[in-house]
């Protein structure tokens, strides 16, 4: 049974870090990893998705890398500010339904 | 940006009721899928639906839980008899494919249902 780790649980850096969080998995029969933000008490918005055959993705500010065989991914996040304050998931999508969802980690970026 | 719509965003209820949660999915989009989130716990798959039938579900998805797709655009949850667990936050999601590496799945903003 797939499994899906995030660490660390929580996360405090000051503003303009950089900073990365990480998503592990166990079976890394995977069709894609996709990491989204959740706000307190919202929904989650997708940040990015890097298929199965892929090594990483960046959008802006953000780069996130899959390494399939180790079963790991990391999101990295460069040059942190206090919007990016949030909740971070990472999910993997093995039969191309189901996401598995990993607790997230909990950023404060503090100005 | 086309979003996934879900009403209401906060539901209440007396234990032994029944509640009907309610999505619009992304008009183009053909797979519709609940999880749920109980505070403070992961993200949980419940269902997901195509072409009118279940196409998966998990073990939390009993016989307590239905969905139904009534017309072109509603995609519902129906809970026959809630129970204080049944308290969490329960997001819609929906994607126009599922069996590629491409899909993304766009997700509502959730309903909290709270089970008194």
């Known amino acids: 049974k797939q499994e899906v780790t995030q660490i660390p649980a929580a996360l405090s850096v000051p503003e303009g870090e950089n900073l990365v969080l990480n998503c592990s998995f166990t079976?890394?029969?995977?069709?894609?990893l996709q990491w989204f933000r959740q706000d307190p008490g919202k929904g989650l918005t997708s940040l990015l998705l890097?298929?199965?055959?892929?090594r990483e993705q960046t959008s802006g500010r953000l780069n996130a890398s899959l390494d399939k065989s180790s079963g790991r991914s990391t999101l990295y996040i460069a040059a942190s500010q206090p919007g990016d304050s949030a909740t971070y998931l990472c999910?993997?999508?093995?039969?191309?339904?189901?996401?598995?969802f990993g607790k997230g980690t909990t950023l404060s970026v503090s100005s | 940006e086309p979003e996934v719509t879900q009403t209401p965003s906060h539901q209440v209820t007396q234990m032994g009721q029944e509640v009907i949660l309610r999505c619009v999915p992304i008009?183009?989009?053909?797979?519709f899928y609940w999880y749920r989130q109980i505070l403070g716990q992961k993200v949980e798959f419940l269902v997901s639906f195509y072409n009118n039938e279940i196409s998966e579900k998990s073990e939390i998805f009993d016989d307590q839980f239905s969905v139904e797709r009534p017309d072109g655009s509603n995609f519902t949850l129906k809970i026959r008899s809630t129970k204080l667990e049944d308290s969490a936050m329960y997001f819609c999601a929906s994607n126009r494919e599922a069996s590629t590496a491409k899909n993304i799945q766009y997700f509502g903003a959730g309903t909290r249902l709270s089970v008194l």
């Open positions: 890097i298929q199965s055959s892929q």
């Open positions: 999910a993997v999508n093995q039969a191309g339904t189901a996401l598995i």
């Open positions: 079976d890394s029969a995977i069709y894609n």
């Open positions: 008009s183009n989009h053909l797979y």
